[in-house]
Every structure is written in structure tokens, then in C-alpha cells.
């Protein structure tokens, strides 16, 4: 395969990937009664289109950035999972606009995710490791974790809060995109929070900031900015292709290499902005 440039990339992946949410027209859902709850319509068309925005990894390499500024100067902020802002809004800023959450965090009781107020600020957006075929129904039927029993029981403690599910197919084509651009076959799991928040915020921003996705110089063994636990694999990646991931982001980048050493700082384009 010849390897492809920045800006043939970046097309690549406008072209190919589509941001899409659950609706409750969907099969198998339209035949639920809680399908009523899903939002009628799609993420892209409610939110945005934001000028410029931050992804927040929860890279331990942003414990004594400083950032948090810089972050919260940008018009929309997403963040990942249960990665906190307080006591920590030096380093990773305070604005949350979008919290994207993988559905062990919704399922899982350390996380109290029904009952702790760091998921009520800000829009959440969910997705679940769905099988590879995409196909709606088997994954209603064998989803990784609870994740429509959850959103039901989310819903109705927080009926305002705006909650959106990713469409499995989202997750897969992004997969896809990596795997075509490897030389080598990839694992076949899903791509991480951090990757799917990246496209996500590429299609409702004009320029996207990544934060200590590619490491700085403070590359730390540290899993996360906000909890006493090390192991590389968090950096490297073991469940997710997080490596691929990486290296295709890096290709992607229209910053300078120095941004990522001194402020572990990526810039992407969004797609609107992009001229394919
Ligand atoms: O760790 P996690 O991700 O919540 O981190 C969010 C995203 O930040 C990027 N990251 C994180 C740490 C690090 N040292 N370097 C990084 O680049 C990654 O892109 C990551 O996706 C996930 O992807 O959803 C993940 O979730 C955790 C875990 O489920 C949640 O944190 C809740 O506890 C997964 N860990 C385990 O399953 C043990 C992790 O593999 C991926």
C-alpha cells in the first residue's frame, strides 16, 4: 500500500467516516418503548459547528502541564470518561462541552456513574466495543457491557441532560481507516475514546487541539493525570490498536513537532474546513 500524505489522509477520513448517533427511527430500537428517549436527531446536526476546540486525553503526561488555560480558551472542550477537572483545573482547564465515556464506565459500580455529579455538566456521548459486522442487532444482542440498561436508568435521573450513543459502524469505519494505512494487520478491537473523541470534535470544529494524545516531553509511565497507578500500556496501548492510532494522528498533524514536545500539543483541521 503507498503511504499516504498528511492532507490524502485527512480526506481519507472526511470521506470515509461518518459521525452517526442513534436515533429512535433505528431497528432494533424503533420497536422499544425507550427509544422515545434516544435524542431525534443526530449529534452533527445539534451541536456545533465550533470554532476551535480541545480534546483531553487523560495521559498522566498532563500532570504539571499548565495548560488548563489554554485549554479553556477554546470554544469546546471534550474530555474522556471519568477524568476530573477539579482540584486538577491547572493542568487540564474546567470547561466541559462534551464528555465521551466508553460503556465500562457506565456499567461498572467503582465509576457510580448514575449517581456522581462528574457526568452531569456538559453533553455526553456513549459507545460500547460492538461487533465487527456493525450490525445493530447483534450488538443490541451482545453488547461488551450494559449499556442500554444504563442509558435508560441515566435518562431518567437526568431527563435534560443531552446523551447521544454512537453508532457502531462510527467506530468501525475509523478502524478501517487505520488498518488501510498500516502495513501490518491490526488488532481487530475498536479504536480508543481518544481517537474516536478526535474525529468526532474534527466534525463539528473548524481547528481541533489534541492534548497529550502524541506525548511530550513529560512522557511519564503515569496512566492518568488524576490517579496514582503506572503502566506504559495506557501510553502504548494493549486492547486498543492506541499505537496506529498514534502514528496516524501524527501524520495528520498540521502543528510543529516542537508543539508536541513542549505542549504535547496536536493540531488537526476540521472537516469542514478541509478542501478534498
Ligand atoms: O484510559 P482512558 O481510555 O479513560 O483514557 C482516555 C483516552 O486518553 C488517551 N490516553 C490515556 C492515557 C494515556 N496514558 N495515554 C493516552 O493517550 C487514550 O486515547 C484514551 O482512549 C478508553 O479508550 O475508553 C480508555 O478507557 C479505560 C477505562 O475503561 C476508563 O478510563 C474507565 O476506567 C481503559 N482501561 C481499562 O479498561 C483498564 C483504557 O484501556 C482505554
Redesign the pocket.
Known amino acids: 500500500t503507498p503511504k499516504l500524505s498528511g492532507p490524502e489522509l485527512l480526506c481519507q477520513l472526511k470521506d470515509k467516516v461518518e459521525v452517526a448517533t442513534l436515533t429512535p427511527d433505528l431497528q432494533p430500537f424503533s420497536l422499544l418503548p425507550w427509544a422515545t428517549q434516544l435524542p431525534p436527531q443526530q449529534l452533527t446536526s445539534d451541536l456545533g459547528p465550533y470554532k476551535s476546540c480541545a480534546v483531553v486525553?487523560?495521559?498522566?503526561?498532563l500532570r504539571y502541564s499548565g495548560l488548563g488555560k489554554e485549554i479553556d480558551s477554546h470554544e469546546a472542550v471534550l474530555r474522556?470518561?471519568?477524568?476530573p477537572t477539579t482540584g486538577y483545573e491547572k493542568d487540564v482547564g474546567s470547561k466541559t462541552t462534551i464528555r465521551l465515556?466508553?460503556s465500562?464506565?457506565m456499567a461498572?459500580d467503582?465509576?457510580r456513574f448514575l449517581s456522581s455529579s462528574l457526568y452531569s455538566s456538559g453533553v455526553l456521548v456513549a459507545w460500547d466495543p460492538a461487533p465487527f459486522s456493525a450490525d445493530l442487532t447483534k450488538w443490541f444482542n451482545r453488547t461488551d457491557y450494559p449499556i442500554f440498561a444504563q442509558y435508560q436508568r441515566y435518562r431518567r435521573l437526568h431527563p435534560l441532560q443531552p446523551f447521544y450513543i454512537l453508532h457502531p459502524r462510527f467506530e468501525w469505519q475509523i478502524w478501517q481507516r487505520i488498518q488501510d494505512n498500516m502495513a501490518e494487520p491490526i488488532q481487530k478491537n475498536p479504536p480508543?475514546?481518544?481517537?474516536l473523541?478526535t474525529v468526532l470534535m474534527m466534525s463539528l470544529c473548524e481547528v481541533v487541539h489534541v492534548y497529550?494524545?502524541l506525548?511530550s516531553r513529560r512522557k511519564t509511565e503515569?496512566?492518568?493525570y488524576y490517579q496514582r497507578f503506572y503502566d506504559a500500556a495506557?501510553?502504548l496501548g494493549?486492547?486498543?490498536p492506541?499505537l496506529y492510532?498514534?502514528n496516524l494522528v501524527k501524520r495528520m498533524n498540521q502543528g510543529s513537532d516542537r508543539d508536541i514536545y513542549t505542549n504535547g500539543r496536536v493540531t488537526l483541521p476540521g472537516f469542514r474546513k478541509l478542501n478534498c
Open positions: 486525553s487523560s495521559a498522566g503526561s474522556f470518561n471519568a477524568a465515556i466508553n465500562q464506565v461498572s467503582d465509576h480508543s475514546s481518544g481517537m473523541g497529550e494524545f506525548p503515569l496512566c492518568h495506557c501510553t494493549a486492547y486498543h492506541l492510532e498514534k
